[in-house]
Nanobody, 124 residues
């Protein structure tokens, strides 16, 4: 069974860092772009960051640019989201997803395999 599993979420205070991981199993995603999205209570799904199949190209939402870094290790079939200087508005469930193609994208309909999500809560 093909799946993506997120981990690394938690409850933290404003200003600290977290690193989320997205591990793939069932097949390799080394040829696919990978994206991170988030959804806060009562809000729609929001793009956070994405990375191309090789890791050579990345894309970020304006709200996280300069604070978050996406990276990947294809040998480990894992993608990471390093989140620094966390703010209360970053509180959400974070999902990773594999794109149908090799490129990064901010458009969630282009992603067809999704993880179950990991909760990130940033307190004041």
């Amino acid at each position: 069974q093909v799946q993506l599993v997120e981990s690394g979420g938690g409850l933290v205070q404003t200003g600290v860092s977290l690193r989320l991981s997205c591990a793939a199993s069932g097949r390799t995603f080394s040829s696919n772009g990978i994206g991170w999205f988030r959804q806060a209570p009562g809000k729609g799904r929001e793009f956070v960051a994405a990375i191309s199949w090789s890791g050579g190209s990345t894309l970020y939402a304006e709200s996280v640019k300069g604070r978050f870094t996406i990276s990947r290790d294809n040998a480990k079939n894992t993608v990471y989201l390093q989140m620094n200087s966390l703010k209360p508005e970053d509180t959400a469930v974070y999902y990773c997803a594999a794109a149908r193609g090799p490129r990064e994208s901010s458009m969630w309909p282009l992603y067809d395999v999704w993880g179950q999500g990991t909760q990130v809560t940033v307190s004041t």
